[in-house]
Nanobody, 114 residues
Framework: VQLQASGGGLVQAGGSLRLSCAVS????????FAWYRQAPGKEREFVAS???????AYADAVKGRFTISRDNDKNTMYLQMNSLKPEDTAVYYC?????????WGQGTLVTVSS
């Protein structure tokens, strides 16, 4: 399973970005999608997740601003980020699980200027 994250960039505070995570390889049985982020000098932290049944979960810091979704036909996961804040600046990583094994994308940098 390979994950390719994209969509990061520089945006002003209050702006929006949509991150994508394309899943390729052995995609059957892949579920447990999630986004994490790592800010400079900090540990990687959970952002959002979506399980096979469609249930989603969000970190308190992004609840109401970020939305995780999945397009099964395109084998792609998305993270729509609205009302971005400077504290959202980080490298964002996508993660998926297949039969209890975790797979990670390479990360995409999001920089929010004040």
């Amino acid at each position: 399973v390979q994950l390719q994250a994209s969509g990061g960039g520089l945006v002003q505070a209050g702006g929006s970005l949509r991150l994508s995570c394309a899943v390729s390889g052995r995609t059957s049985g892949v579920n447990g999608f999630a986004w994490y982020r790592q800010a400079p000098g900090k540990e990687r932290e959970f952002v959002a997740s979506r399980v096979a049944g469609g249930a989603t979960a969000y970190a308190d810091a992004v609840k109401g601003r970020f939305t995780i979704s999945r397009d099964n036909d395109k084998n792609t996961m998305y993270l729509q980020m609205n009302s971005l804040k400077p504290e959202d600046t980080a490298v964002y990583y996508c993660r998926a699980r297949r039969f209890a094994i975790e797979y990670w994308g390479q990360g995409t940098l999001v920089t929010v200027s004040s």
